[in-house]
């Protein structure tokens, strides 16, 4: 990954974008694609979409990846000065005690720490996890006069955790799900503009994913692509203790996963595939037998149904502050998808034979 890639890359895990508060990511995304975009457009609720122009004649595709992360919500602040918690998406209470938060406050950001009872005061052997709501943020106020001068109810939470190298090509960090997804739709549409294809791109970075595909389900209708590409992290289960009726073989640096089933249009995974054989480049397989879990499933009913696709990026540790993925795996799928486009006016029409 280049330099100037990666500075965007950390940017967006950076920058906090917790679902119904991604303004402050959206709008770094935007900085970074305008330059290759010939129109940027956005809606009230905040999905960003930047547009490069292809020929009248030829297909549209738009390739998505989803700018929120999870995370926590200011619910109640107490009188002791103690924040009480809710869950933005699919926060996990098992890794949640013990860490380090910023809660995102109108005069910035205040920090604090999700208190765990020391080992000393808790029967060994007998540890119960909390739910979310019944856990509480410590930022260390006198008092909840003392707190609420600082935040108020509301204001979203983020884990204080960003981004770190770890061993070749490897990153850990938090909401690396999928701000990895916009990173891909972003270099595809660099890399589309630089090639100078034919087909339209849509390269957009999608609000509220995690709270049920809402920006998704704003925008496909208008847009109408011939084509769509959810951009997301997939399970990664090349490491110990993954359960053990887990059957996916998907493991990091060995390229991204083209969806099968499902919402997966059968006609656009073999485009994707064949344009990764044709490109020589790695992708692994999987099956999505009901639904994808992506943008993948807003977007193919939309507009009287779009082909759309699931493309997957490897992710270790999924939903917790510590998400692993390899850098490799995400420049090969910008590769792939920008190949894809520039095969389009060969591929499309991407419907049934029937």
Known sequence: ??????????DLLTTPTPSGYEVAGQRRWIEYVEPHADEIRTDDYGNAIAVLEGDDDAPSIAVAGHGDEIGYIVRKIDDEGFVHLGRIGGSDRTVSKGQHVRIHGD????????????????????????????QRVDVGAEDGEAARELIEVGDPITVASTVTDLQGSTIAGRGLDNRVGTWVAAETLRRAAEADVDATVYAISTVQEEVGLKGA???????????AVAVDVFHATDYPDVPADETSEVALGDGPVVGRGSANHPVLADAVRDAAADADLDVQIAADGIRTGTDADAFFTQAGGTPSLNVGLPNRYMHTPVEVVDTEDLVAAAELLAATVERAPQTAPF???L
């Open 107 to 134: 005069d910035g950001p205040v920090n604090g720490v999700i208190g765990q009872n020391a080992i000393h005061l808790r029967d060994a052997g007998e540890e119960t996890y909390d739910d979310i709501a019944e």
């Open 1 to 10: 990954m280049d330099d100037p890639q990666r500075e965007f890359l950390d």
């Open 217 to 227: 389900q704003m925008i496909g209708d208008e847009l109408a692509p011939d084509a």
């Open 351 to 353: 419907s049934v034979d």
